[in-house]
């Protein structure tokens, strides 16, 4: 995954807007990390990576989640490699619920966290 160029966003930004969609920026630090375990903060980068290998290894696909792992090259972290497998595997629509997911995580424990699609 690469970080797209300041003229592409607006592009994408541009586009959106015209076709009525929703906009939302997400933003996060590492002050807003949980202070106890399973506590209400924005998970870590590895805690999304291992959401997103649980959603493989639910699908009965762990093996080909580990064999993009390997096999995908460039300069970058666990982070995006596994946001581009789930977009890869399972769509768009898994990533937007895997960020629901974490900023719900935010605001309130997990046992509170609806079931999503």
């Given at each position: 995954?690469e970080?797209?160029?300041?003229?592409?966003?607006?592009?994408?930004?541009?586009?959106?807007?015209?076709?009525?969609?929703?906009?939302?920026?997400?933003?996060?630090?590492?002050?807003?990390l949980?202070?106890?375990t399973?506590?209400?903060?924005?998970?870590?980068?590895?805690?999304?990576?291992?959401?997103?290998?649980?959603?493989f290894?639910?699908?009965?696909?762990?093996?080909?989640?580990?064999?993009?792992?390997?096999?995908?090259?460039?300069?970058i972290?666990?982070y995006?490699?596994?946001?581009?497998?789930?977009?890869?595997?399972?769509?768009?629509?898994?990533v937007n619920?895997?960020i629901?997911?974490?900023?719900?995580?935010?605001r309130?424990?997990?046992?509170?966290?609806?079931?999503?699609?």
């Amino acid at each position: 995954m690469e970080i797209a160029l300041s003229a592409m966003l607006l592009t994408r930004l541009k586009s959106t807007v015209l076709k009525k969609k929703k906009i939302m920026f997400l933003i996060g630090s590492g002050c807003s990390l949980p202070e106890i375990t399973n506590g209400p903060g924005v998970p870590s980068a590895q805690e999304i990576v291992n959401d997103i290998k649980q959603i493989f290894v639910e699908n009965g696909d762990s093996e080909v989640y580990d064999e993009f792992f390997e096999t995908i090259q460039g300069d970058i972290n666990d982070y995006q490699k596994a946001t581009q497998a789930l977009v890869q595997g399972f769509g768009q629509d898994e990533v937007n619920n895997v960020i629901i997911k974490a900023v719900l995580k935010s605001r309130i424990t997990i046992k509170y966290i609806p079931n999503l699609p």
